[in-house]
C-alpha cells in the first residue's frame, strides 16, 4: 500500500511552458485534493475533487487544470507557467462517508517542488 | 470565511519537557480538526484527527484536544524529544457544503538535546 505518490518531485520549467503534475492513490479513496505550499503562507487549495469525472475550484485554481477520469489519478495541468507558479505541490487524498460516520482524515503525498525561471 | 490560527510560530524546549502548541479557527461549525507534522521538505504526516463530537484524541506522547464552541485545540507534546523537531499544522474541516480543509500556517518546534 503506497498510499499517496506524486511525480515529478523536483522540476525546472521556463517561463511559458507546462506541464503535468501526477497523482496516484491506492487506498481507493473518493476525494481528491491539489494544494500549493508558498514560505510562510500555509497551504492553499488548488482544486479538488469527490469522484471521477468531477472537479472543482478551490481558493487558487487560476493558471491551473484538472482531470480525475479514475478513482486513483487525479493529475495537475499548468499552462502558460509563471513565477508566481513556483511553489511546492501536494496532492492528498480522503475518504469521505457522508450521511453517517464521517472520517475525511487527508492523506498526503511527498510533494514536487517547482521552480518557474 | 474560516480562519486558523496557530501561536506561537516558532517554539523551541530543551528535550523532555512537556509543551503545548494552540490552534485557534473562527468558525465552530467544523467536522473535523487535523493534526499534522511536516518534516523540512517533506509532505505532511497526519498525527491526530478528532471529530467534532469528540474531545480529545490520543496517540503516544501526542494528546490533542478540542473545544469548538471556543475555536480552540492544543496539541501536548509530552516528553519532547529532538526527533520531534518539525513543523506542525492544525487543519480544520468547515460544514456549510465545502469540503476543504483550512490550514494554519504552523509552528516550528525546536527541541534541543
Known amino acids: 500500500n503506497a498510499g499517496v505518490t506524486q511525480t515529478p518531485k523536483f522540476r525546472i520549467l521556463k517561463i511559458g511552458q507546462s506541464m503535468t503534475l501526477q497523482c496516484t492513490q491506492d487506498?481507493?479513496?473518493?476525494?481528491m485534493y491539489w494544494y500549493r505550499q508558498d514560505p510562510g503562507m500555509g497551504l492553499k487549495l488548488i482544486y479538488y475533487?469527490?469522484?471521477?469525472?468531477?472537479?472543482d475550484k478551490g481558493e487558487v485554481p487560476n493558471g491551473y487544470n484538472v482531470s480525475r477520469s479514475t478513482t486513483e489519478d487525479f493529475p495537475l495541468r499548468l499552462e502558460l507557467a509563471a513565477p508566481s507558479q513556483t511553489s511546492v505541490y501536494f496532492c492528498?487524498?480522503?475518504?469521505?462517508?457522508?450521511?453517517?460516520?464521517?472520517?475525511?482524515?487527508?492523506?498526503f503525498g511527498p510533494g514536487t517542488r517547482l521552480t518557474v525561471l | 470565511k474560516q480562519e486558523v490560527t496557530q501561536i506561537p510560530a516558532a517554539l523551541s524546549v530543551p528535550e523532555g519537557e512537556n509543551l503545548v502548541l494552540n490552534c485557534s479557527f473562527t468558525?465552530?461549525?467544523?467536522?473535523?480538526l487535523q493534526w499534522f507534522r511536516q518534516d523540512p521538505g517533506k509532505g505532511l504526516t497526519s498525527l491526530l484527527l478528532?471529530?467534532?463530537?469528540?474531545r480529545e484524541q490520543t496517540s503516544g506522547r501526542l494528546n490533542a484536544s478540542l473545544d469548538k464552541s471556543s475555536g480552540r485545540s492544543t496539541l501536548y507534546i509530552a516528553a519532547s524529544q529532538p526527533g520531534d523537531s518539525a513543523t506542525y499544522l492544525c487543519?480544520?474541516?468547515?460544514?456549510?457544503?465545502?469540503?476543504?480543509?483550512?490550514f494554519g500556517k504552523g509552528t516550528k518546534l525546536t527541541v534541543n538535546p
Open positions: 492528498a487524498s480522503s475518504y469521505w462517508l457522508a450521511g453517517g460516520i464521517l472520517y475525511n482524515e487527508q492523506f
Open positions: 487506498m481507493n479513496h473518493n476525494y
Open positions: 475533487s469527490v469522484g471521477a469525472g468531477i472537479t
Open positions: 468558525d465552530s461549525a467544523i467536522y473535523n
Open positions: 478528532i471529530q467534532s463530537s469528540q
Open positions: 487543519a480544520v474541516l468547515t460544514q456549510g457544503g465545502s469540503e476543504k480543509l483550512v
